[in-house]
């Protein structure tokens, strides 16, 4: 029997499957145990993989021969934290259906393509019950935390992913359902925490202001020096490796159904900038990035209490693109802030979980990687077939500015290019208060997806 898709990802969202936070245990087993079930419903051998963390999900189901085709399906099962919740229209994890969406944390990222994919799968089932298909669901339980736990999985499990011949998922996004993106690139990412040292203890700034570097004025002064007055990141050596987007790709963009103003005002911001010339849609699909994600220090309650803080910090994290490396970045961010720091503090530097870029061309392109698996050719094939049907489009095919740190993984350990559909889209409210998934969106990508699959298992 077919899933009905609105039932099951309203009761798969009600589950709060915050990885981050250690309090929300019951609810990561919950949205665990609830994939479990369906897809040892649809026929699957399920598997759960223990890590460190968050266990994964590995199940199986189909014909284990060379002569039929094997896709993994990658997803994820946790989501961010719901805060702020008095934000929310209704309680983040009592899922609802409103004027045409389904709100709830983890509807959209990634709980609702995930929903799209088995009720398609389902349906095709029903009618191809011995579906000249196999397919390795892979869901994983820590996306949403950089997934530190994959690198250990991969090396003990690479050999077996390896047997397959491509990665499918939807983890990426779209414009609305008036467009669907095929992603054809993702960028890498590293995290810093970088934190300065002055005095041994907070100082009453009468009795010892003056003397005294402040560490706040050292590192925003830090900061700043990051950045030219142009928003390039003034880094020695960070844009040496950068390709630059070649015609088909900025002719793809300019498809786009977005102008800049659009964007602008989606985003609710008064102007850009405009690093190196580029506009806007280009910065945040071509270009990598240096961005402070949140800095503190000194006394922030209410009123004024007059201190020199011993200690400020501040959060970075990078955006690559192909053919970066975070390594080799890394290394020249933390080699700046060493020899920029002033000499009057102290300075840390904590890493974070990150990953290398990704990119992959589609078929017909001057930069189609000579070695593209032919399942993957065919499936990029179904995949524009199928989504011009469903969505009355063909998609587009474009990178994106967000980070999905285990497909570079997976492509390091088992050689596997990934199709990535994007079924998200800015009205989403991914990682933030009302999140939703649009049920149109839902009902185009199952039959979208349905005619994917189908179209792999019997190449027409």
Excluded at 118 to 146: C, N, Q, V, W, Y
Aim: net charge negative; hydrophobic share 35%.
């Amino acid at each position: 029997m077919a899933l009905d898709p609105i039932p099951f990802l309203s009761k798969y969202a009600s589950f709060p499957s915050v990885s981050t936070d250690s309090t929300y245990a019951e609810g990561m087993k919950g949205a665990r145990e609830y994939i479990k079930d369906a897809l040892a419903g649809l026929g699957f051998d399920v598997e759960e993989v223990a890590t460190p963390k968050h266990p994964i999900i590995l199940a199986d189901r189909g014909p284990d021969r060379e002569d039929v085709p094997h896709v993994i399906i990658y997803g994820h099962y946790d989501v961010q934290p719901a805060d702020p919740f008095e934000l929310w229209k209704t309680p983040a994890f009592e899922p609802v259906v409103r004027d045409g969406r389904l709100y709830g944390r983890g509807t959209a990222d990634n709980k609702g393509p995930q929903a799209v994919q088995l009720t398609a799968l389902s349906r095709l089932l029903e009618k191809h019950p011995d579906l000249p298909l196999r397919i390795t669901f892979m869901i994983e339980g820590e996306e949403e935390m950089g997934s530190p736990s994959f690198p250990g999985f991969l090396k003990k499990y690479a050999e077996r992913l390896s047997q397959a011949d491509m990665i499918l998922l939807s983890d990426t996004g779209s414009p609305g359902t008036e467009q669907i993106v095929v992603t054809t690139g993702l960028r890498g990412m590293f995290g810093l925490e970088v934190t300065l040292t002055g005095p041994a203890m907070d100082l009453h700034s009468g009795v010892n202001g003056g003397p005294v570097l402040n560490p706040i004025q050292a590192l925003t002064e830090l900061c700043a020096s990051l950045h030219n007055k142009d928003g390039r990141v003034n880094v020695p050596g960070f844009y040496d490796a950068v390709v630059e987007p070649l015609p088909w790709e900025r002719e793809e963009l300019a498809k786009l159904p977005m102008s800049e103003q659009q964007y602008k005002d989606l985003l609710g911001v008064p102007d850009f900038v405009h690093p190196g010339g580029a506009t806007a849609l280009e910065l945040v699909r071509f270009f990598p990035t240096l961005e402070f994600n949140g800095i503190g220090g000194g006394y922030q309650g209410e009123g004024s209490k007059t201190i020199i803080p011993a200690k400020a910090f501040v959060k970075i994290t990078c955006r690559l693109v192909p053919d970066q490396d975070a390594a080799d970045i890394e290394a020249k961010v933390r080699k700046t802030l060493e020899e920029r720091c002033p000499p009057q503090v102290k300075m840390s530097i904590n890493p974070e979980t990150g990953g290398s870029p990704y990119y992959v061309a589609p078929p017909g392109r001057p930069n189609t990687a000579p070695d593209l698996s032919p399942v993957f050719a065919r499936a990029c094939e179904a995949a524009e077939v199928s989504i011009e049907k469903a969505f009355g489009k063909k998609p587009l095919y474009l990178r994106e500015g967000g980070s999905v740190p285990i497909i570079r993984q997976m492509k390091d350990a088992t050689g596997l290019d990934s199709l990535m559909i994007g079924l998200f889209t800015p009205r989403d409210n991914l990682h933030a208060p009302n999140e939703s998934f649009e049920i149109d969106m839902m009902e185009k990508g199952i039959a979208a997806y349905e005619g994917i699959l189908h179209r792999l298992a019997f190449g027409e």
